[in-house]
């Protein structure tokens, strides 16, 4: 009997927390994090990285990633354009830099830090494309239906002015 009770007691208000309510589940949180669930929902990312088959340098590596930062810091001072990237792969930091398309592109670019940095190399990688190259894609094809709806309504324009005409 007493462990009856006992279980009664303590399995009670477990059963009084685990009743639904009649309008479901509640939620309770603040306000803020509804705005920013929305906000977020409604941004558009500001930039799109398209990936693609290319060509990197790589030029130094270390197991010491401070080094390889410092290198970074003087490569972005030199050629700031050009993307830099930090990767580890255990136990090593390694610097590459740059996203060619193609091999002569790299070639040509490889030439100009010869001087720098003499034991760089260029591989075959996955690089980013500049959001650029996609967003002129984009304006080609615009261009180019914009000029077919141009043709389309000057062939139309035809077709009335001939059936004015009768």
């Known amino acids: 009997m007493k462990n009856i009770v006992t279980l009664s007691l303590i399995l009670f208000p477990f059963f009084l927390l685990c009743q639904e309510e ?3 589940l509640v939620i309770i949180q603040d ?3 509804e705005s920013l669930v929305k906000k977020r929902a409604t ?4 930039h799109k990285v398209v990936s693609s088959e290319g060509f990197r340098l790589q030029l130094v590596y270390s197991t010491k990633k401070d080094d390889v930062n410092k290198e970074r810091i003087k490569f972005i001072k030199k050629f700031p354009k ?5 990767q580890y792969d255990a136990p090593l930091f390694f610097l590459r830099v740059g996203d060619f398309k193609e091999k002569e592109d790299a070639e040509k670019f490889s030439k100009d ?4 940095y003499p ?11 500049p959001f650029e190259i996609e967003k002129k894609d984009t304006l080609d094809s615009k ?3 914009n000029k077919k709806d141009k043709e389309k309504k000057s062939a139309n324009n035809k077709k009335k002015t001939i059936t004015k005409k009768k």
């Open 143 to 145: 261009k180019k239906n």
């Open 22 to 24: 009649e309008e479901g």
């Open 119 to 129: 034991e760089h190399f260029i591989f075959k990688t996955s690089i980013n494309l």
């Open 43 to 46: 941004t558009k990312p500001t």
């Open 31 to 33: 306000d803020k994090i």
């Open 113 to 116: 830090i010869l001087k720098i």
């Open 82 to 86: 050009i993307e830099t990237y930090v």
